[in-house]
């Protein structure tokens, strides 16, 4: 299982509500976010990190990942305001086509039964998830845009 975790964005409406760190290494209870993220995946260690270059180069981004997860490959990328999809497609040679894949933003946290997730992965062969929430959710309720996942009857992504 290949786990790839963009992370290009600016973190603005994080920075306009005061916070000095960039959105991946906000502190939470004493770990970066993304640290959290990163313990959603019991056992993998085939992680790729697409990263804002300006983050790489005036961070601890960097540290921090290869800290967090020394086996994991982290690909700098310039910023672009085309969000996660792009980001993900602009490291498309770091994907490795020949096992599932799994895409999970930098700050996307659930409990869950993920070796159950990963059974399902395996059992229905698909290429690839994207783990997120369906139904209502209050963010929706407002008029900024977060990055969403449109799904037909059967949770397929469209």
Aim: hydrophobic share 40%.
């Amino acid at each position: 299982m290949q786990v790839v975790i963009p992370m290009t964005g600016l973190g603005s409406r994080f920075s306009r509500a005061g916070y000095t760190a960039i959105k991946p290494l906000i502190p939470i209870d004493g770990k970066p976010m993304i640290e959290y993220v990163v313990q959603l995946f019991p056992g993998e260690t085939n992680f790729l990190f697409i990263c804002n270059n300006d983050h790489l180069k005036q961070t601890a981004l960097r540290a921090e990942l290869e800290r967090i997860m020394p086996t994991g490959k982290i690909v700098g990328v310039d910023y672009s305001k085309k969000g996660p999809v792009w980001a993900v497609l602009s490291a498309q040679e770091y994907i490795q086509n020949h096992e599932p894949i799994i895409v999970n933003y930098c700050d996307f946290f659930a409990l869950w039964d993920y070796l159950a997730f990963k059974q399902m992965i395996e059992t229905t062969a698909c290429a690839g998830a994207i783990p997120c929430y369906i139904g209502f959710h209050p963010h929706l309720l407002g008029s900024n845009l977060y990055a969403s996942c449109k799904t037909d009857t059967a949770k397929n992504l469209l």
